[in-house]
């Protein structure tokens, strides 16, 4: 009789979590190349090859995330999978519509190509949106429903991205009609985006095959969404205590996922990856079994990945040990594949796999075409005449990234808007060699005199500038410009802080360490300067997403988002 084949792995010493009952038991994790081979009382003969003492540590599933952005990171998909992995999180479904706004298809088909070298398994959805608004902004590319139905067939594809003109498809226009439909044909699962979406018009966006939501909604939109089958994806804004008392007060916990959407890659060294979100989620009150489902089982149901997120045989050996209570998940040591990838949330060697992060990304460089930037770019030149009038306004909260409506009175002169010393003002410069420039004034900050510039601007990623004067606009806007795209801070006419983003304008082919030295080092200058807000990145990069609520400015006019169309620079009534 022929003795069974030896196991690579034996983990012992510590205790399973069950994604399916929430149970805690002690058992042997055995791994045969990049499966688990059994799970076995402590103790019950099997060789193996190698041994992992996990004593003290419980035994948990790889994180999976069914709803994220790479290039929100501003790193490429090998320096991304270190970080994360080190993490727990072992998959992710990235949908790369920032970077194929930037450069359309070639730019999708390179990040695919970089995330299949490395340890974590990343697999992609199409940006169903580009540019995000039609007709309202333009970006540096523009997909058909052809265009995305030939990408839907690429490796590693397995979703349609988030549909964010979702304005477009409760109205049944017949772009989103046919890109919505090409996914469904190939059987795709078919991401959401639809802040506070209600009543009939929910009903018709689900109609169209449209099942998640990965936004913010008041607490009574997200039952409504959840009672009728749409998945909830909740991100760390998302996770307030009222959300979690409503859910738990049903008379059955709807499946819901832990996604992280969008962190750079100083908050993810700092506080952690899905990780960090299951800490915010115990913190909101839900409860720790209900959170590791939300990390595992559920995303992995979703991405239809039936081979994860339970510690099982035959399941894929995607791992994390975990120390102390499970509340903590705070990870001791990570596998992905049956193989260790990191320890104590450091990435061993090779995690993100061969080739280096700049590898093959000449294509997607020289991407910023605008002209020299100074002072007199600045000027806010119009047609009204002399005197005071009432301009429209964007109002920031500390919190979301949704923007209000407001108004501001302002004196014009000669043809341009006297704002210095009166107001902050943001401004829109189209980087892609067209012409297209729009101010408005900014409300809800009080900052010193100085300025941000940024090319990282969901989901055109124009040149955005946002200043307390023309000096220091022009200032921060330059350093981008000769950066090759990034975010640069100044204060007066100094700048302070730089994160360079030649890769698209998005992201850095940097070290890890590198980015995130230079990401706080922005954090802090926005912070000195007065900037406050719970993701200060995300709060200056979505002023120009004008799919999300409700006033936002593009490179061709103001956006009202629940309308969809234009507005003037006047407020209504002036």
């Not at 979590?17 to 791994?31: H, I, K, N, Q």
């Not at 988030?162 to 498809?169: F, G, H, I, P, S």
């Not at 959300?243 to 059955?252: G, K, R, T, Y």
């Not at 001791?332 to 061969?354: F, K, M, N, Q, S």
């Amino acid at each position: 009789m022929t003795s069974p084949r030896p196991h690579d792995l034996r983990i012992s010493g510590g205790q399973v979590v069950s994604s399916f009952t929430g149970e805690r038991f002690a058992a042997d994790v055995l791994v045969r190349s990049d499966l688990i081979s059994g799970v076995l009382p402590p103790g019950t003969p099997a060789d193996a090859r190698e041994h992992l003492d996990a004593t003290g540590l419980l035994i948990a599933p790889g994180f999976v995330d069914a709803h994220m952005h790479i290039e929100s990171s501003f790193l490429t998909p090998q320096t991304f999978a270190a970080l994360t992995l080190a993490r727990g999180t072992t998959t992710v479904l990235a949908d790369p519509h920032e970077i194929v706004n930037v450069a359309g298809a070639a730019a999708m088909r390179w990040m695919i190509d970089a995330g299949a070298t490395t340890a974590q398994t990343q697999l992609w959805g199409v940006p169903s949106c580009v540019p995000a608004l039609e007709g309202l902004e333009h970006a540096g590319a523009r997909l058909t429903a052809d265009d995305i139905d030939e990408m839907l067939g690429w490796p590693g594809v397995i979703a349609l991205g988030e549909v964010m003109d979702y304005r477009a498809v409760v109205g049944d226009d017949p772009r989103m009609r046919e890109v919505v439909g090409v996914a469904r044909r190939r059987g795709m699962i078919l991401d959401g985006h639809c802040p506070n979406l209600s009543g009939a018009d929910l009903s018709a966006y689900l109609a169209t095959g449209v099942d998640s939501d990965h936004t913010k909604n008041r607490t009574e939109v997200v039952l409504e969404k959840a009672r009728l089958g749409m998945l909830m994806m909740l991100q760390e804004k998302c996770l307030l205590p009222e959300v979690a008392q409503a859910l738990l007060a049903l008379p059955q916990l709807p499946p819901f996922c832990l996604v992280t959407d969008d962190l750079a890659a100083d908050h993810i060294l700092v506080h952690g990856h899905l990780d960090h979100i299951a800490r915010v989620a115990v913190r909101a009150g839900l409860p720790a079994e209900a959170v590791l489902r939300a990390l595992t089982w559920n995303p992995a149901q979703r991405l239809r990945l039936y081979d994860r997120g339970v510690v099982a045989p035959g399941k894929r050996a995607d791992l994390v040990l975990l120390r102390g209570e499970l509340a903590a998940f705070d990870p001791a040591v990570v596998l992905a594949g049956g193989r260790i990838v990191a320890r104590d949330a450091v990435a061993v060697a090779e995690t993100a796999g061969p080739g280096t992060s700049a590898a093959g990304t000449d294509a997607l460089t020289d991407t910023v075409h605008v002209e020299p930037q100074d002072a007199d770019g600045f000027r806010w030149r119009t047609d009204l005449p002399d005197g005071t009038h009432r301009f429209r306004a964007l109002r920031l909260n500390p919190r979301d990234t949704y923007t209000e409506e407001d108004a501001l009175d302002l004196p014009v002169r000669d043809g341009e808007v006297d704002w210095e010393g009166r107001a902050t003002v943001v401004r829109v410069r189209n980087r892609y060699g067209r012409a297209g420039t729009v101010f408005a004034p900014l409300l809800g900050r009080t900052l010193t005199d100085g300025a941000l510039a940024t090319t990282y601007a969901h989901d055109s990623h124009n040149l955005v500038t946002l200043g307390t004067s023309r000096t220091a606009m022009a200032a921060a806007a330059r350093e981008v410009v000769a950066s090759g795209g990034g975010v640069a801070v100044a204060h007066g006419d100094r700048v302070v802080a730089s994160l360079p983003l030649p890769v698209g304008g998005v992201m850095s082919p940097a070290p890890a360490d590198e980015t995130v030295r230079r990401s706080q080092a922005v954090r802090d200058a926005l912070d000195a300067w007065g900037w406050d807000h719970l993701n200060p990145f995300m709060s200056v990069s979505t002023l120009t997403l004008a799919v999300s609520p409700s006033l936002k400015i593009t490179d061709r006019s103001l956006v009202d988002v629940v309308r969809r169309a234009p507005v003037g620079p006047l407020a209504d009534g002036a």
